[in-house]
T-cell receptor, first 115, second 109 residues
Framework: EAGVAQSPRYKIIEKRQSVAFWCNPI?????LYWYQQILGQGPKLLIQ????????DSQLPKDRFSAERLKGVDSTLKIQPAKLEDSAVYLC?????????????FGEGSRLTVL | SQQGEEDPQALSIQEGENATMNCSYKTSINNLQWYRQNSGRGLVHLIL?????REKHSGRLRVTLDTSKKSSSLLITASRAADTASYFCATDSWGKLQFGAGTQVVVTP
């Protein structure tokens, strides 16, 4: 079974530029998550989708971050314009739909460096 | 904000020794999960313990949960060099999973 796919694995941009990350979850997983992990910290939830609807985006900086999940499968996370403090690993995860959060399956992450 | 806090922040042991790390949290939970993250990789789920469970085992892993103290512990027995990684607890409160800052474990041969 294929895992969660993410691209690109690494991205270096200058501040005020834009960047986009792509995620393809495990087939059949209706719930998709984007987490931000700053070096030395645990992952912080940015946004959670159930199919193509947003369940939780309370910690998404909406003035610069946006995410979509068209057709309830792939998802894209965009940052525009990027700030220095956005340097982090962006992790995508997926899970089976459940009334209680079960096991999350993570991709390898996209490491962003903002100069 | 992060719900769980792991202790210690870092742990260095030798192969064959046991590694114990703790997680404390603040609000009521539905379940608590432990994940492992190797350097530069994504997180891998290790074990889930529900709020009505007190102890759970999986291979060399033993997890305890004390909801009265709002704490959990993860024990790795007979550690191996391959266990070198960061370990995170994650608390599920009403469908929202929040991670702690992690414990970095180094196992030397």
């Amino acid at each position: 079974e294929a895992g969660v796919a993410q691209s690109p694995r690494y991205k270096i941009i200058e501040k005020r530029q834009s960047v986009a990350f792509w995620c393809n979850p495990i087939s059949g997983h209706a719930t998709l998550y984007w987490y931000q992990q700053i070096l030395g910290q645990g992952p912080k939830l940015l946004i959670q989708f159930q199919n193509n609807g947003v369940v939780d985006d309370s910690q998404l900086p909406k003035d610069r971050f946006s995410a979509e999940r068209l057709k309830g499968v792939d998802s894209t996370l965009k940052i525009q314009p990027a700030k220095l403090e956005d340097s982090a690993v962006y992790l995508c995860a997926s899970s089976l739909p459940s009334s209680l959060t079960g096991e999350l399956f993570f991709g390898e992450g996209s490491r962003l460096t903002v100069l | 904000s992060q719900q769980g806090e792991e202790d210690p922040q870092a742990l260095s042991i030798q192969e064959g020794e046991n590694a114990t790390m703790n997680c404390s949290y603040k609000t009521s939970i539905n379940n608590l999960q432990w994940y492992r993250q190797n350097s530069g990789r994504g997180l891998v789920h290790l074990i889930l313990i529900r709020s009505n469970e007190r102890e759970k085992h999986s291979g060399r892993l033993r997890v305890t949960l004390d909801t009265s103290k709002k704490s959990s512990s993860l024990l790795i027995t007979a550690s191996r060099a391959a266990d070198t990684a960061s370990y995170f607890c994650a608390t599920d409160s009403w469908g929202k999973l929040q991670f702690g800052a992690g414990t970095q474990v180094v196992v030397t041969p």
